[in-house]
Structures are given as structure tokens and as C-alpha cells.
């Protein structure tokens, strides 16, 4: 009875009715009985073990990451703030590096294909040889991929999040919040001794144009720093020039580009991540069509696209012609490819140096009957070493920019009716104006060796004037082929015994002549007050009444020149003769000017031949004599400066008793300002100055 109720409580479980009709031995059943009362502790001990690990991994990660969360608390704040300053960095960086990496990947892409081809090859390659591989193969490059899509969505989020905050700051008109204080450390890097660069707490919440602030002088000098306005002394008034900057910031800046400076703006300038100005896609106005113009001449753009407006055309141009002057290929004019452009050794896109082509023999030979290249010259067709010198010298004649390169604006003047043939004039220096100088003293219309300095200055022209009136000829200073031809011949009359004390006598007149300009500020409105007689009051005190230039600078003086001038007191009289006009960034006159357009029109004006030269560019200017002190400068000089950084630059022409004339970006006009010695802003900012007339 007992043993059947063993056996009964061993197979029910399992399933009764199967034990009853089971045919396994009653052995094998006793066995397995036994082999299972055997291993049941280790099962168990076994079941009990996994259950205490899984019980202490989960604890030891519980404690992990409250350990992180607490860390997490403590430097999450600041990761935060880290994160947002790069994602301001980063979107400055991708606006600079966003043309180069496009450009870039249309180099490298036919590469990457190639390469991509030959990978895919080899992957399918290896996995026919390695089944197993293909599987790994795919997780790695899934989660690399993930990987780079989840850091893209980051930055893109971080980026989206900063510009929401900057423009909401920005778009917060009420809210009790002023523009912060000015720190040193939130300055320019290296800000003028004068206006101080620590403005006092600003009163408005928002500063717009016609405003007056000590802010405005910071912001002006942090605008010049970036070249958004040309360097000059800041002022405290909040004008059309000033306006016109801060909007251009704004839209490089991705900033509503209102020309208002409200907190978000104020914060960007200040911040280091601000980038300099560069000319780039989208932006419009005469410096735009200026650089527009300089490419066609060059022959890297077409005429049609000449429209002040920056746009793939042009930015194309641009970046083909930094290629083709080793610089770096953006397609963005800054500073240095400014520089360049207007530059004495720029390349062009047309003829080039040792090329050969029957379009260069036949402006050859343009030049030979103008004069420009000697008449035994032998025309080959070849741009050679002659042919560039001939084509400089005939662009200097010919108001162009003397780059030596035979471009569609240099050839449509060549066959212009009204060219210029081959002359030697004021500023031009080399062989041919020393030869005529020897010539000249020969005759004895020069007294001494050192005026054979192969420099035509204001001693050679008149000189030659008393040669041509000696000789019967039109006296207009300048050696064309009449002169020369006379100069050169064995009928040329020498200067009479007096003719040296004369000569000396005009070439003394412009330091004599002074006496009756030593009181520019009283002279001088007399002859410019007709044109416009609100001009000499804003001038007279350019320090005090910067606010009216700009309301008045749309008036176009109408000064005449008294014809009777020469030498410095000339080019001073034209010079004067423009006070009032309006300051434009890249203009070049006759009534609109920036400071280097002004110093070039004047010039140009009063007889010198030679090219435009940018404020940088004057820095390395070899054809005048160079004055290293302040001290030194003498009136009719022209003054050069650094900005607040070395990147920007001002010129100026020097009165006397400390007295400038120059087209100012802060006062928006052309205007006198006194303080060129008595201030510190302009000998902290000194380079040189030239001497133009010797």
C-alpha cells in the first residue's frame, strides 16, 4: 500500500493518466529520483548566486548615476554656457569657412567618389570572403553614421537656440533693461586714448541715428576696428554713416538690420567672436560696384554684372582672382584682397606676361604711334617686359589704376580718340624723367645735381613751364612730344641769366605763400562760403558741430579754383573747394568721397599721374619721400594713420598749424578738423606722412 503511494506521488505530478500507460522501468524512474535530490542545493545555491549579482549590479549602477546626476547639477550650468559660446563661435566660424568648404567640395568630391567606388569594391569583396564581416560592417557604419547625425542636430539646436535669444534680446523694446556698462575686458582689443573706451550707463534703451552719446564714440571705434567705418576720430553723434555700418554688421551678423544699437547688437560687437567686414553676397553700394568695376578692368568679371550688388557673379570673380594672386580663395573682399586689387604687381585675367598673341602686337603698336614705347621698338606680339612698362605709364597719363595689364578698360581707351598720348608730369618718377632733367639743367633751367633726382616734382615743373615759354611753347608744365622734341633739339634756347633767379623765385612761393593761409580758418571760408554758406560754420569747429554735417552733406560746393595757383597752395585750394561734400565708403568724387578717394581726386586734380592707392596701400608707398615724424610734416603733405587695429587706415591732407583736410566717415563729409597736433587720438594713430611737392 505505502510503495503504491509512493509511486503515485512521483508520476502524477507530471501526468497521471500518461504514467499510468508509461513503460519505463521502475529502476530508471528510482535513478532519476535520486540524481535530482542530488543536484536540487546546487540549483538552488546556483539560482540564489545570480539573483545576489543582479541584485548588486543594479545597485552599483543605481550609485553611478546618482554620482553623475550630482556632478551633472554642479556642472551643468556652466556646460550650458560653454555650449551656447560655441555655438556662437561656430556659427561665426562656418559664415567664414562656409565659401572655402563649398569651393573645397567641388575639388575633392570627384576624389571622394572615386574613393567611395573603390571602398564599396573592396566591402563587397571582403564580405564574399567573410560572410560574418557584412554584419559587422553594418553595425559600424550605422552607429558612426547615428553618431554624426546626433552631433549635427546638436549643434543645429544649440546654434537655433543662441540666434532665438539674440534676436529676442534684441526685439525687447520695454523691459527696464539698459545697455550694460563697457568693461575693459568687453572692449575693443585695443581701443584710442581718447574718447575713454569706458562710457558712462546709457539713459535710452535703444540707440538710433541722431542720437548723442559717449556709447557712440565706443561703438564708432569698434565699427572702425572691424572695418565697418573707415578709421577715423569717433565722435558722440549717432549719424547717417554710423547708421549705415551698424546695419551692415547686423546683416553679416544674421541681426535684424534695423541700424538701431539695441542690446542684442551691443552685446555681438563687443563679443570677440565678431568678425571683420568683408565685402560679400548680398551686400550692395558704391564700394560694391567700385571693386565690380576694378574686376572688369582686370578682366576676371563682365561688364553687364557692374550693378553695386554682390552676387554670385561676383563672388566668383572674386574668388577666381585671389586664386590667380595667391590668396585665399573665398570669394569675400577683405582688408588684403583690397589691397591687392589696386595693388602695383595684381594679376589680370587677360594678357599675361610672355604671352603671344596678334591682339597685343596690334596694341603694340598703338602704343609706339602714341609714344609709350620708343619708336625702333620691335613689334612681336609678346607681352614682354617694354610692352608692360608702356602700358603703366599709359594708364598713368590716362587716369587709370597703373597695374601694367592690357585689360578691356586700358584697350577701349587705347583706341579712344581722345587718348592721351605719351607725356612726363607731376608725380611720375623713372629714366625718361631724369633724362629731362639732365637735359633741363644742361640749359641751365635746373642749377644743381640734387634736382636730377629722376622724380618730376614741382622744381622740374617749373622749370620746364620757363623752358616752354622760352621756347615758344604752350606752358603747361608737363613734357608731351612737342616739348620733347624741342628739349631734344639743337635749336633749344637756354634759360637767360635771370631765368635761375626766377626759377628759384617760383619755387619758393609755396613757402612764402603761406603768410596768406597762416589764418586758414579765417581765409579760407571766404573763397568756400558761395558754395555753400553753412559749410565754413560746421568746419570751423568740426569737434563741436559734427551733428550738422551729415544733415548738410547732400549740398555740392561749387568752388572754382583760382587758375593762378600752383604747387601745394593748388592742391590745397582743391581740396577746399570739396568741404561739404558727403562721405561714401569706396567713392572717389567729383562730389562724394571716402578719405583715400579724396587724397586721389585732389591729387589727380592738381596734375599728378599715378593710380588710386587704398589707405593700407599708402603705408608702402615708394615714389614720394617718406616723413617718419610728426614733427616734420609741412603743409601739402599727406598724412597717413593706422586705425585701431593695423587691418584699417586713414589719409588726410596736412594744412599747417595743425590742421587736416580729409573726407570723415564720423563726420560723414569732408571737413577741417584741428587737432591733428594738439590732440592724442591722431598722434597715438601717426604711420608717416609724403612729400609730395619737394
Known amino acids: 500500500m505505502d510503495r503504491k503511494f509512493e509511486e503515485k506521488n512521483i508520476i502524477e505530478p507530471e501526468n497521471a ?6 513503460k519505463a522501468p521502475r529502476g530508471l524512474k528510482r535513478i532519476l529520483r535520486k540524481a535530482y535530490q542530488r543536484t536540487e542545493p546546487a540549483r538552488t545555491r546556483f539560482v540564489e548566486g545570480r539573483n545576489a549579482f543582479c541584485r548588486t549590479l543594479r545597485s552599483a549602477f543605481d550609485s553611478v548615476a546618482a554620482f553623475f546626476l550630482r556632478i551633472w547639477a554642479v556642472i551643468g550650468p556652466v556646460v550650458k554656457k560653454i555650449a551656447h559660446g560655441v555655438s556662437v563661435a561656430a556659427r561665426a566660424v562656418w559664415k567664414v569657412l562656409k565659401p572655402a568648404l563649398l569651393q573645397l567640395w567641388r575639388w575633392i568630391k570627384p576624389g571622394l567618389i572615386f574613393l567611395g567606388n573603390k571602398i564599396k569594391a573592396g566591402a563587397a569583396y571582403l564580405t564574399a570572403r567573410f560572410k560574418g564581416l557584412n554584419k559587422a560592417v553594418q553595425i559600424g557604419i550605422g552607429a558612426i553614421s547615428a553618431s554624426l547625425v546626433l552631433l549635427v542636430i546638436a549643434l543645429m539646436v544649440s546654434a537655433q537656440v543662441s540666434r532665438s535669444a539674440m534676436k529676442n534680446a534684441e526685439a ?29 550707463p546709457l539713459q535710452d534703451k535703444i540707440l538710433k541715428k541722431g542720437d548723442d552719446s559717449p556709447t557712440v564714440a565706443v561703438v564708432q571705434t569698434r565699427l572702425m576696428e572691424l572695418g565697418y567705418m573707415d578709421s577715423d576720430e569717433p565722435t558722440e553723434h549717432f549719424g547717417s554713416i554710423t547708421e549705415a555700418a551698424l546695419m551692415r554688421f547686423q546683416k553679416h551678423n544674421d541681426l535684424n538690420p534695423n541700424g538701431q544699437l539695441g542690446e542684442g547688437t551691443w552685446l555681438l560687437l563687443m563679443n570677440e567672436a565678431a568678425g571683420l567686414c568683408v565685402m560679400q553676397d548680398g551686400d550692395e553700394g558704391d564700394d560694391v560696384e567700385d571693386v565690380q568695376t576694378r574686376l572688369y578692368e582686370l578682366g576676371y568679371l563682365s561688364k553687364s554684372f557692374i550693378t553695386g550688388s554682390y552676387g554670385e557673379k561676383t563672388s566668383a570673380a572674386v574668388a577666381d582672382f585671389q586664386k590667380a594672386n595667391g590668396l585665399k580663395s573665398d570669394g569675400m573682399v577683405g582688408h588684403e584682397t583690397l589691397d591687392v586689387l589696386y595693388g602695383d604687381e595684381v594679376v589680370g585675367n587677360f594678357f599675361k606676361k610672355g604671352e603671344t598673341s596678334d591682339t597685343i602686337a596690334a596694341y603694340q603698336e598703338r602704343l609706339k604711334k602714341l609714344g609709350y614705347l620708343a619708336a625702333d621698338y620691335k613689334v612681336k606680339g609678346k607681352m614682354d617686359d617694354a610692352t608692360v612698362t608702356a602700358i603703366r605709364k599709359f594708364q598713368e597719363n590716362n587716369d587709370l589704376t597703373p ?12 583706341d579712344d580718340r581722345n587718348v592721351k598720348a605719351y607725356t612726363i608730369k607731376l608725380g611720375m618718377q623713372g629714366s625718361d624723367v631724369k633724362a629731362v632733367q639732365k637735359r633741363l639743367k644742361a640749359l641751365g633751367y635746373l642749377t644743381s645735381n640734387s634736382q636730377v633726382s629722376g622724380f618730376y616734382g614741382e622744381v622740374t615743373e617749373s622749370a ?44 619758393s ?88 578717394g579724396f587724397v586721389y581726386w585732389c591729387m589727380k586734380q592738381a596734375g599728378f599721374s599715378g593710380g588710386y592707392m587704398t589707405s593700407r596701400t599708402w603705408r ?40 587736416m583736410i580729409d573726407a570723415s566717415s564720423g563726420a560723414g563729409q569732408v571737413r577741417i578738423t584741428t587737432t591733428i597736433l594738439s590732440g592724442s587720438y591722431w598722434r597715438n594713430h601717426f604711420l608717416m606722412a609724403y612729400r609730395i611737392y619737394n
Open 17 to 22: 493518466s500518461k504514467a499510468n500507460t508509461g
Open 172 to 200: 525687447t523694446p520695454d523691459g527696464g533693461n539698459t545697455l550694460p556698462a563697457l568693461t575693459e575686458t568687453q572692449g575693443p582689443t585695443s581701443a584710442p586714448a581718447s574718447p575713454t573706451p569706458i562710457p558712462e
Open 403 to 414: 597695374d601694367g595689364c592690357l585689360g578691356p578698360t586700358t584697350m577701349s581707351t587705347m
Open 464 to 507: 620746364v613751364e620757363e623752358f616752354q615759354r622760352r621756347n615758344g611753347l604752350s606752358a603747361d608744365g608737363t613734357v608731351g612730344a612737342k616739348t620733347l622734341e624741342k628739349l631734344n633739339s639743337s635749336s633749344a634756347k637756354k634759360a637767360k641769366s635771370t631765368s635761375t633767379r626766377t626759377t628759384v623765385k617760383a619755387t
Open 509 to 596: 612761393k609755396p613757402k612764402a605763400t603761406p603768410k596768406t593761409t597762416v589764418k586758414p580758418g579765417k581765409a579760407t571760408p571766404k573763397t568756400t562760403v558761395k558754395p555753400g554758406k553753412a559749410t565754413p560754420k560746421t568746419t570751423a569747429k568740426p569737434g563741436k558741430a559734427t551733428p550738422k554735417p551729415t544733415k548738410k552733406a547732400t549740398a555740392k560746393p561749387t568752388a572754382t579754383v583760382d587758375p593762378a595757383k600752383k604747387g601745394v597752395e593748388k592742391l590745397i585750394a582743391i581740396a577746399e573747394s570739396k568741404l561739404g561734400c558727403p562721405y561714401v565708403g569706396g567713392a572717389k568724387g567729383p562730389d562724394r568721397f571716402d578719405c583715400s
Open 620 to 659: 608702402t608707398c615708394t615714389r614720394y619721400p617718406r616723413i617718419n615724424s610728426m614733427s616734420q610734416i609741412q603743409r601739402g603733405d599727406i598724412l597717413v594713420f593706422k586705425g585701431s587695429s593695423m587691418a584699417t587706415g586713414h589719409v588726410g591732407i596736412y594744412l599747417g598749424g595743425g590742421k
